[in-house]
T-cell receptor, first 114, second 113 residues
Framework: KAGVTQTPRYLIKTRGQQVTLSCSPI?????VSWYQQTPGQGLQFLFEYFSETQRNKGNFPGRFSGRQFSNSRSEMNVSTLELGDSALYLC???FGSGRADTQYFGPGTRLTVL | LAKTTQPISMDSYEGQEVNITCSHN???????ITWYQQFPSQGPRFIIQGYKTKVTNEVASLFIPADRKSSTLSLPRVSLSDTAVYYC??????????????FGTGTRLLVSP
């Protein structure tokens, strides 16, 4: 069974631009979560989608948004990019949305904002 | 909101047992505790998950005391390939009604020959 895939793997943008990242979960998984990883802040939870609905959200500004499609694929969008948005963005999928559902992570998208 | 802390780093030698503790003082009643391993430029990889007492699988054990305010990941007989960063993950119920998934600060384990 294929793992979680994320595209693109690397991305360079400039301040003020917007970016869309994509995540394809493991086949059969209906929950997708997004995380931001930086050296200074570590791994921080952005939001979780289950059956096309946002179920949980972290403490990020409204510039960070996401959506999930009927096939469970998810996209994350960041508008008006700031230098501090440079990070590794990780997507994780799980079968369900319960706390006992193990999350499996993709390789991440490395975003650099210049 | 949960504050989840771990030691920044640990050193060990091949063949030794390593215990990494995570403190999660505000864990929600129904939340599970999950541990992940991360290598550079890769996403975290699931190691083990538990709710209370002790859980064991083929690679690790997880010890959770009765108050669940901490958990300890135990890696038996580590090898050089266990050199990585280890994270605990717990859920924290916010006053908004949403759960926020909180990763620990991460422990960098260095295994030497």
């Amino acid at each position: 069974k294929a793992g979680v895939t994320q595209t693109p793997r690397y991305l360079i943008k400039t301040r003020g631009q917007q970016v869309t990242l994509s995540c394809s979960p493991i086949s059969g998984h209906r929950s997708v979560s997004w995380y931001q990883q930086t050296p200074g802040q570590g791994l921080q939870f952005l939001f979780e989608y289950f059956s096309e609905t946002q179920r949980n959200k972290g403490n990020f500004p409204g510039r960070f948004s996401g959506r999930q499609f009927s096939n469970s694929r998810s996209e994350m969008n960041v508008s008006t990019l700031e230098l501090g948005d440079s990070a590794l963005y990780l997507c994780a999928s799980s079968f369900g949305s319960g706390r006992a559902d193990t999350q499996y992570f993709g390789p991440g998208t490395r975003l650099t904002v210049l | 909101l949960a504050k989840t802390t771990q030691p920044i780093s640990m050193d060990s030698y091949e063949g030794q047992e390593v215990n990494i503790t995570c403190s999660h003082n505000n864990i929600a009643t129904n939340d599970y505790i999950t541990w992940y391993q991360q290598f550079p430029s890769q996403g975290p990889r699931f190691i083990i998950q538990g709710y209370k007492t002790k859980v064991t699988n083929e690679v690790a054990s997880l010890f959770i005391p009765a108050d669940r305010k901490s958990s300890t990941l135990s890696l038996p007989r580590v090898s050089l390939s266990d050199t990585a960063v280890y994270y605990c993950l717990v859920g924290a119920l916010m006053n908004t009604g949403f759960q926020k998934l909180v990763f620990g600060t991460g422990t960098r384990l260095l295994v030497s020959p």
